[in-house]
């Protein structure tokens, strides 16, 4: 069975970083379609940034130039955040999708979420 375990999130301050952590297994993370997700009190669910097998990258306009998605080559996905800003406070999803792109409705395997808070 597939697993996804995100871990990374915490509490920091406007301006500040994080980098979320999604470890995957009973699936190749490089050999997969992955996406990370958030979705704040009251809000869809919305797509951030996704991977896809060939490599290449999307991202939400609000991510562009603060946040990058990489993967190790093997089980991990991460998201590098910087100029966090209060506005990024969510709940944090990685997830596997049977196609690229930043539609949660595309993906089929999603992991526990782990919470960023940005206090300004």
């Known amino acids: 069975a597939v697993q996804l375990v995100e871990s990374g999130g915490g509490s920091v301050q406007a301006g500040g970083s994080l980098r979320l952590s999604c470890a995957a297994s009973?699936?190749?993370?490089?050999?997969?379609?992955m996406g990370w997700f958030r979705q704040a009190p009251g809000k869809e669910r919305e797509g951030v940034a996704a991977l896809d097998r060939s490599g290449h990258i999307l991202y939400a306009g609000s991510a562009k130039g603060r946040f990058t998605i990489s993967d190790d080559g093997g089980n991990n996905l991460y998201l590098q955040m910087t100029s966090l800003k209060p506005e990024d406070t969510a709940e944090y999803y990685c997830?596997?999708?049977?196609?690229?792109?930043?539609?949660?409705?595309?993906?089929?395997?999603w992991g526990q979420g782990t919470q960023v808070t940005v206090s300004s």
């Open positions: 009973g699936a190749a993370v490089s050999r997969s379609h």
């Open positions: 997830a596997i999708g049977k196609q690229a792109g930043l539609d949660p409705s595309t993906y089929y395997y």
